[in-house]
């Protein structure tokens, strides 16, 4: 049998080592291309899914319309006032918030129309236009915003939304799914991290972040029971991330859902009208 020539041997070797990482090579960036798009594909599902998630969390919370009585107790570490309100909303435009008591503010009415807000203050008998740069700050003295109660900046619409991972609170199994603020949305935060339930669509938990990533608030909802014909969490307490021994607390007494209001309702002359 004839010797191979060591110099054969060099050139196949050669050509083995710049041919083989060639056809590989292309092979790779085929294989490559295909797992991006695949990603993105799973990546633009489970956007839509989380969407779906939240969209379906905000239709439990408020239905096509809503009214509310409720309690909100401002706690602080030396002392708690608290203040009752009555609440209006159509879809997620229209929202209306009416105190009732205690008697100083009582008649004080918060109203808001698609992207503007009014205050009305019945000492002075003036309606206050809220400016943007006024959502971020606190609605009657509580931990919860002007954005928080009255503007409710849709969650859905002003937000994208990517599903982190399933976390249980109090045995209840949840989407943990991030919301972030889409370029140029009149929102107050840049980032919500949401707990939704995955049996009722409830919302469990939210955490609230600025600008910087910073946490500020911090949203946790308790006391599920069936109320105006839905599972709803009648407790929601709202605690500042820099203020120890500081929150308030939201407590709903009665609730009725998707019934017939007109759009006048939502008026600046209801303001001035609406009595307890």
């Known amino acids: 049998m004839q010797a191979v020539r060591p110099w054969l041997v060099g050139i196949f070797g050669l050509a083995l080592v710049w041919t083989t990482p060639l056809f590989f090579s292309t092979e790779a960036r085929a294989v490559e291309a295909m797992v991006v ?29 809503s009214y509310v009585v ?8 030396d002392w708690t006032r608290s203040m009752s309100m009555k609440s209006w909303t159509k879809g997620q435009e229209l929202s209306l918030v ?30 206050i236009k809220i400016a943007p740069s006024m959502l971020s700050q606190s609605w009657m003295g509580s931990d919860f915003t002007n954005d928080d109660l009255i503007n409710q900046s ?12 399933h976390e ?12 972030i603020a889409k370029p140029d949305a009149p929102v107050v935060w ?3 991290r949401l707990w939704i339930s995955s049996s009722h669509y409830l919302q469990r938990r939210a955490e609230f972040f600025d600008e910087f990533d910073e946490p500020v608030n911090t949203l946790t909802t308790s006391d599920i029971q069936m109320m105006g014909g839905r599972m709803l969490a009648t407790k929601m307490v709202m605690s500042p991330a820099d203020k ?23 008026s600046q002359q209801q303001m001035k009208a609406l009595r307890d």
């Open 168 to 179: 249980a609170i109090e045995g209840d199994d949840c989407f943990v799914i991030d919301a």
């Open 98 to 127: 009416l105190v009732t008591a205690p008697a100083k503010d009582k008649g004080s009415v918060s109203l808001k129309r698609y992207r503007e807000m009014w205050n009305w203050v019945p000492a002075i008998e003036r309606i």
């Open 70 to 77: 409720a309690t909100m107790n401002i706690v602080r570490p």
């Open 244 to 266: 120890q021994g500081q929150r308030t607390e939201l407590i709903t007494h009665e609730a009725a859902f998707d019934f017939d209001i007109g759009d006048d309702f939502f």
């Open 37 to 65: 798009e695949k990603a993105a594909g799973e990546e633009a599902v489970s956007a839509e899914q989380a969407r779906e998630i939240v969209r379906r969390a905000d239709e439990q919370m408020r239905g096509q319309s």
């Open 190 to 192: 840049s980032r919500i």
């Open 154 to 165: 849709s969650i859905v619409v002003d937000y994208r939304h990517q599903l982190v991972k």
